[in-house]
């Protein structure tokens, strides 16, 4: 039999489909539309083992929808912004603008070659005025509304990427693409006011029934709705300071109140601004951050000072006052009363300053001698050395009750809170999308006009090592209009912005005038399917929600809330890390396994260490470059080890075994196809059976569930069964008719898992591509069924019985047979349980 010969095939079927555009949408708007949507990449210069998954996964999902007769939307575009490019235009003396370009163009030839049913007319690229336009359009849009304003306000601020970061993007105090830690420092900002739908983006997580439970567990805990009590604190003081009010979601826990603690940028700071050991204590506050992560992990610092809280349930606790840089300005009003037993941030801070400690809450309502020592109480309980709360049960109605008899005695008010903080957009770089704001003299902002719209970016040859080059460009940065000079903003949109709407770009990118079609998006929105990593929960998925919340605000015409209806999140391909004895990374490349128990350095004796299997990184140098992989073995056997390995939500283990082992299986299916058109030849008169019809329908059944629920490992399961039944089916005698019309059908079932093959088998039986086959039920029953027999509840055997028996032919059956009559032996049979088709328990 001749081998399949993948280069010579999938170089002619990605010669077919650029030559006929056949993945170009054919819009007909009377059908049903599905819009199959992957994260879009950053072009880092090559596609890498994640990007060949989660393409992949898309990519049989839209082949599968397109058989089925729908419209698909199936595009690609390129998160092409961002400090990546910026550092390396640096380093490698160009401009961003060129590497991003050469970029995309290597990528773009990389994933042509995985043969991918993408809609290539509508590729975006977010570094390209034609998509920025619109972009500073919507920045526009959003400040009319009242949804974007400017404010100095203390940031997360990298000091090796020289920009500031959202919170989202500082991972443990550090930044999350330079892993510098975070330093605060204030700067005038510009806000998205993502905070004004806090509701209605936690409320409308419960409409995603197609997202996954863990994706909408963590944007909920970072929308953070909590439920608490504004309170207002008397204050001792020669300061004229009579009050200073706090949020809490805790006000049960009062009566163990040892101190209040404030941040260092609360409004009373001001009183302190000449204090030289506040001025001291202000600086050590700015090297911990702004994040709660970055705080948790900090050590707690505290600034006494000469103000006296007094506890409203009891006028005799009179606690001190601390500036604490544990506390955020942004959380509720900057200020938390703290009580040490319970909460294990307090009770640090108070350890540290000798405060008391003083338990409130019980785990056992009998033990009222409970005390912390180093680790704080936080779990549920009963109150007690709380006066008249004393005994209730906590968190509940010790909470109910201590509010209410606060706003009795007007001492607090109910309040709801969101942990959510507005999204700050503006970056001190220079390869991002240009803010669309001038200032005149006096510092006041204004909207650049919409006819000179897009800002673009100036040309820069060679990047400065640091800073942003658009504060030095005078030529760009000074404007005039109508006779009054201006000066452009010089800060960038976060990229986040870039991929808050793409989706939406896609639907109408040719679209000179506006950022996207009414009709167009009508049509095509929301996305039906979209394919992505976990790891953009937040960031990236919570910001395109916000999005759609913000375009649709007093907008009748844009009426879509919510972008994506269904979210798959896919798994990280993984592979073995290698270390030399220096500790240093090591690629597969440059390790020799000998018989899988030692590993040594290429060419050399040395051993070197085998860590645990990550993640491919570059950092960690355990990547494998797709395309040698393709150009070992082809598209169709990456495609079909990426899929088979494991559930496509899991991680995948990398192995040449596996890669090696799916290359054989695609020529074992060549082979096979080989010998259905030499039966095809043989043209036999007549049928011997039906059986291959009936196969055919089960396996039909089989791979569309299975497309469906997203078991796609299961599915690579199914071909091998198919694999091995066909082999023996095709010894049986069918007609050129039965055996065409049933192998084309399994063809379209393998189309969208290994479609270069199942393309080049098609041509060589002379059909075209068929729609996505239906299956009847009839043909699926089994003429011979096995039916459970039990005594007593216990399977004593089982019949092989025709379906449909009768129930009275069972107990006939059962009496004739040696084996299970013995367990009646003539007893008196109280009861049986029928059930048609299934199973006969007989209570005797």
């Known amino acids: 039999m001749e081998r399949y010969n993948f280069k010579k095939i999938e170089d002619y079927w990605q010669d077919e489909w650029d030559k006929n555009n056949s993945f170009k949408s054919k819009i007909d708007k009377t059908k049903k539309k599905f819009y199959c949507l992957e994260m879009f990449p950053y072009p880092s210069g090559k596609i890498h083992m994640g990007h060949v998954r989660n393409y992949t996964i898309g990519d049989v999902l839209a082949r599968f929808k397109s058989l089925q007769g729908y419209n698909v939307l199936h595009p690609m575009g390129w998160d092409s912004f961002g400090m990546p490019a910026e550092n390396a235009a640096r380093q490698n003396n160009l401009d961003p603008k060129t590497w991003t370009e050469s970029n995309i163009s290597n990528m773009k030839r990389q994933l042509k070659k995985l043969g991918l049913s993408i ?33 100095e306000e203390y940031v997360n601020w990298d000091p090796v990427d020289q920009t500031v970061l959202a919170n989202e993007q500082v991972i443990d105090g550090k ?3 330079s892993g510098a830690t975070v330093e605060r420092k204030k700067l005038n900002q510009w806000f998205f006011n993502i905070t004004k739908f806090s509701n209605e983006l936690l409320e409308s997580l419960d409409s995603l029934n197609d997202w996954p439970n863990k994706v909408k567990i963590m944007q909920k805990n970072w929308i953070g709705k909590s439920v608490g009590c504004e309170i207002g604190f008397k204050i001792e003081s020669s300061k004229n300071i009579d009050e200073i009010k706090c949020f809490t979601t805790r006000p049960d826990t009062l009566f163990g109140m040892s101190f209040l603690a404030l941040s260092v940028d609360h ?46 349930l009891n006028e005799k606790i009179k606690v001190p006052v601390y500036f604490a840089n544990f506390v955020l300005m942004d959380y509720g009003l900057g200020a938390v009363f703290g009580c040490p037993a319970h909460d294990q941030r307090d009770l640090d801070f108070a350890r540290k300053y000798n405060l008391k400690v003083k338990a409130v809450v019980t785990p056992n309502k009998d033990d009222l001698n409970f005390e912390v020592q180093n680790e704080a109480y936080t779990g549920p309980g009963y109150i007690f050395n709380s006066s008249f709360l004393d005994g209730l049960k906590s968190p509940g109605d010790s909470i ?70 658009l504060d030095k460009i005078t030529e760009w940065k000074n404007i005039t209009i109508d006779g009054k000079k201006y000066t452009r903003e010089t800060d960038t949109l976060d990229t986040f912005v870039d991929s808050s709407w793409y989706f939406l770009r896609f639907c109408s990118p040719d679209n000179d005038e506006n950022g996207f079609n009414y009709e167009d998006i009508k049509y095509w929105m929301p996305v039906d399917q979209y394919i992505g990593g976990v790891e953009h929960a937040i960031l990236h998925l919570l910001y395109s929600r916000f999005f759609m919340q913000a375009l649709s605000y007093q907008n009748e015409k844009f009426t879509i809330k919510e972008p994506f209806t269904g979210l798959f999140t896919q798994g990280m391909v993984c592979h073995e890390t290698y270390k030399d004895q220096n500790n240093n990374w090591l690629s597969p490349e440059q390790v020799t396994s000998i018989n899988g128990k030692k590993y040594l350095k290429n060419n050399t004796s040395i051993e070197i260490k085998v860590g645990s299997s990550e993640s491919m990184s570059k950092s960690k140098k355990n990547t494998i470059d797709p395309e040698n992989i393709i150009k070992s073995y082809g598209a169709d056997s990456v495609r079909l080890f990426i899929l088979s390995d494991s559930p496509p939500e899991k991680d995948v283990q990398w192995s040449e075994e596996g890669i090696i082992s799916s290359y054989k299986f695609i020529q074992k299916l060549w082979t096979l196809h080989q010998k259905i058109i030499d039966e095809i030849e043989k043209n036999h008169s007549e049928d011997s059976n039906n059986s291959l019809i009936k196969f055919t329908n089960k396996f039909i059944k089989k791979i569309t569930q299975n497309l469906e629920n997203f078991n796609y490992n299961i599915i690579i399961a199914n071909i091998h069964e198919m694999h091995t039944h066909m082999n023996q089916e095709i010894n049986n005698k069918y007609t050129k008719k039965t055996l065409i019309e049933n192998y084309a059908k399994i063809l379209t079932l393998l189309e969208p898992i290994v479609p270069h093959l199942a393309n080049e088998a098609f041509k060589e039986i002379g059909v075209n591509k068929i729609s996505w086959p239906n299956y009847d039920e009839n043909l699926i029953i089994e003429d011979i069924i096995t039916f459970v027999i039990q005594i007593n509840g216990k399977k004593r055997g089982t019949l092989a019985v025709k379906m449909n028996v009768s129930e009275v032919e069972i107990l006939k059956m059962i009496n004739q047979d040696e084996i299970l009559k013995k367990y009646l032996n003539e007893k008196e049979i109280k009861k049986k349980i029928f059930i048609p088709n299934k199973l006969m328990n007989i209570i005797i």
């Open 400 to 469: 109910i009750k201590t509010i209410e008899h606060l706003e009795k005695e007007k001492l607090g008010v109910k309040k709801i809170n969101f942990r959510l903080k507005d999204w700050g957009v503006s970056r001190q770089r220079y390869w991002g999308c240009p803010i669309p704001i001038m200032y005149d003299d006096n510092g006041s902002p204004h909207k650049i006009p919409e006819e000179l719209l897009p800002v673009k970016l100036p040309s820069i040859e060679k990047l400065e090592p640091t800073g942003n080059p």
């Open 119 to 151: 809609d290539w007319g509508r590729e975006i690229s977010t570094c390209s005025p034609e998509y920025y336009k619109h972009q500073q359009k919507f920045f526009l849009e959003l400040y009319d509304k009242g949804l974007v304003y400017r404010k």
């Open 267 to 312: 409004p009373l700071s001001k009183s302190y601004e000449n204090d030289k050991d506040f001025i001291n204590f202000k600086k050590k506050c700015s090297e911990t951050g702004t994040t709660e992560e970055s705080i948790a992990v900090a050590d707690k610092i505290g600034f006494k000072t000469d103000l006296i809280a007094i506890n409203p």
């Open 175 to 177: 930044g999350w693409r």
